[in-house]
Every structure is written in structure tokens, then in C-alpha cells.
């Protein structure tokens, strides 16, 4: 056994190789595509949507709207063209993590329902894992 003080892809991928392999010789492949959806101002990206799909869900990593720009519907609209596109891939639901100091109103009023939590993550916070069904595209 040995720690790994500055980890690089090519570790990752050693571990998740066998993993890959193991999936898929039991009838699940591995998918993963990324999404990205930005917003720019002036030719610069200042915010958007980052994520995958994989398993047939979409995961969001990120959601950034700039708080100049907020109040504009932009991050709902990220949203919907970021479900879209999963539908189009034949994803069934999306999924991601907020925290309480974060937007878990805004996923919920989108139609996201909380799944589970995971308490001082970090510290006094806590990390709220929210998942949406999605209709067919």
C-alpha cells in the first residue's frame, strides 16, 4: 500500500480501469459523456453548466451563474438545455449536489426532490443530494 502524495490521471486511471472492466463484462458499459453549457459576456466565459452522462443520468457538477447576471432566468435555462440534451441521450433522470448555503430552493422550484444528506460536509453545512425523472425527448 502506498499513498499517493500528488495523484495524476494516469493513477486514476489505473484504479478505475479493473472497475470499467468489471462493469462492463456484467452488462454495464460505461458511458460517460461530458455536457457543458457556458455563458459568456464579451467573448469570456463568465458561468455555466458543467457535467456528464453516465448510466444513463445526468450528473451536474456545477451550475454557475455570475451574481451580475442572476435574475435573469439564465441558470433555469441552463438547466432545461442540460435536461434536454440527457433526454436526447437517452437518460431517464439528472442528479447533484448543493449545500445548505447554496440553491437547494432553486433545484426544488425546477422540480428536484432531496434523496439524501450528508451532515458537516463541511463543517456545520450540510451536502444535499437532490434527483429530477425525466420525460422522454
Known amino acids: 500500500m502506498k499513498i499517493a502524495e500528488e495523484p495524476r490521471d494516469a493513477i486514476r486511471d489505473a484504479i478505475l480501469g479493473p472497475l ?7 452488462g454495464y458499459p460505461a458511458d460517460p459523456r461530458p455536457v457543458a453549457i457556458t455563458l459568456e459576456s464579451q467573448g469570456e466565459i463568465v458561468g455555466g453548466l458543467w457535467g456528464k452522462t453516465v448510466y444513463d443520468w445526468l450528473f451536474i457538477d456545477y451550475l454557475v451563474v455570475p451574481s451580475s447576471e442572476r435574475g435573469q432566468d439564465l441558470g433555469s435555462q441552463l438547466m432545461a438545455t442540460a435536461e434536454r440534451l440527457a433526454a436526447e441521450r437517452g437518460c431517464v433522470g439528472s442528479w447533484l449536489t448543493t449545500f445548505t448555503f447554496q440553491a437547494r430552493g432553486f433545484y426544488e422550484k425546477l422540480g428536484y426532490e432531496v434523496f439524501g444528506t450528508l451532515d458537516n460536509s463541511p463543517r456545520d453545512n450540510v451536502r444535499i443530494f437532490l434527483r429530477k425523472r425525466l420525460t422522454a425527448a
Not at 470499467?20 to 456484467?26: L, R
Open 20 to 26: 470499467i472492466t468489471f462493469n462492463a463484462e456484467n
